[in-house]
């Protein structure tokens, strides 16, 4: 026999899935985050593989190897993709999104941190009776080079792709 459902059945089942968690349950927020913070955790690895000292100041530096925006945002894009589709409306405004970050960051920003990079040496060699010599060096590490955005975007899609249910 069929079952009859209640009004009071009805309510109390949308009641227990409505109530909030207490972890966020947005895959790509998640994504993202996780893509950011594992992305700026790995530059301490990178900077010792490459200059061989260790800098747990590189966690909290922009530039490096992988580019974290590049994690974060093909992180978000990828999830919201394989959440909502490639087709949807969420899912093509990440995808611009991703598009314009990642672009600036290997160009606009890169260079950038090259100009601060040829500034800062002109100032050093000024004379000390300069008035800029005492200026307080620029910072340099601003941008990624192609290779770090790459390899930013790709950590960014694995780690969409294994966090997806």
Request: hydrophobic content about 45%.
């Amino acid at each position: 026999m069929g079952e009859v459902m209640t009004m009071a059945d009805v309510t109390a089942s949308t009641e227990t899935s409505t109530t909030p968690s207490l972890l966020p349950s947005n895959l790509p927020l998640l994504s993202a985050f996780l893509s950011f913070a594992l992305a700026q955790f790995l530059k301490i690895f990178t900077t010792w593989y490459k200059e061989k000292r260790w800098d747990s100041k590189r966690m909290l530096d922009s530039g490096g190897m992988p580019s974290s925006h590049s994690a974060t945002v093909s992180a978000l894009a990828v999830a919201i993709g394989l959440q909502d589709g490639a087709g949807s409306a969420a899912f093509a405004i990440a995808v611009v999104l991703a598009c314009i970050v990642m672009y600036d960051a290997s160009g606009v920003r890169l260079h950038a941190g090259r100009q601060a990079e040829l500034l800062n040496q002109i100032v050093c060699e000024l004379p000390p009776e300069h008035p800029l010599s005492n200026a307080r060096p620029l910072r340099d590490s601003l941008g990624h080079t192609p290779l770090q955005v790459v390899a930013g975007g790709l950590l960014g899609c694995i780690i969409a792709f294994f966090m997806r249910r």
